[in-house]
């Protein structure tokens, strides 16, 4: 069992930046893959980024140059740090884990979600 406690969330403007941190309870944190979806109003929820656990990152198209995952293994957490914020990242952020999946781009894959965290960018 893995419980996640995302933070970091708030209200700021266009242009500017956000740290979004997912702190994991349970064992072996290193051995799941983490991923960020977020999901706007009326909107369904959609991938922003994840990470393996060997390190390798991907990101859906939108985020690409602006958003970065990371992940500390020693302190089981992982992070997305937003810059460059645009008011359409505005959404409820939520954090997830996975194990046995491939590619980690889909809800599906992950067994863990936490309860999210709200961003929002004002223009």
């Known amino acids: 069992q893995v419980q996640l406690v995302e933070s970091g969330g708030g209200l700021v403007q266009a242009g500017g930046s956000l740290r979004l941190s997912c702190a994991a309870s349970g064992r072996a944190f290193s051995s799941y893959a983490m991923g960020w979806f977020r999901q706007a109003p009326g909107k369904e929820r959609e991938f922003v980024a994840r990470?393996?656990?060997?390190?390798?990152?991907a990101y859906t198209d939108s985020v690409k140059g602006r958003f970065t995952i990371s992940r500390d293994n020693a302190k089981n957490t992982v992070y997305l740090q937003l810059n460059s914020l645009k008011p359409e990242d505005t959404a409820i952020y939520y954090c997830?884990?996975?194990?046995?999946?491939?590619?980690?781009?889909?809800?599906?894959?992950?067994?863990?979600w936490g309860q999210g965290t709200q961003v929002t960018v004002s223009s």
């Open positions: 997830a884990a996975g194990r046995g999946g491939r590619d980690y781009l889909r809800i599906v894959e992950y067994d863990y």
């Open positions: 990470i393996r656990m060997s390190g390798t990152t």
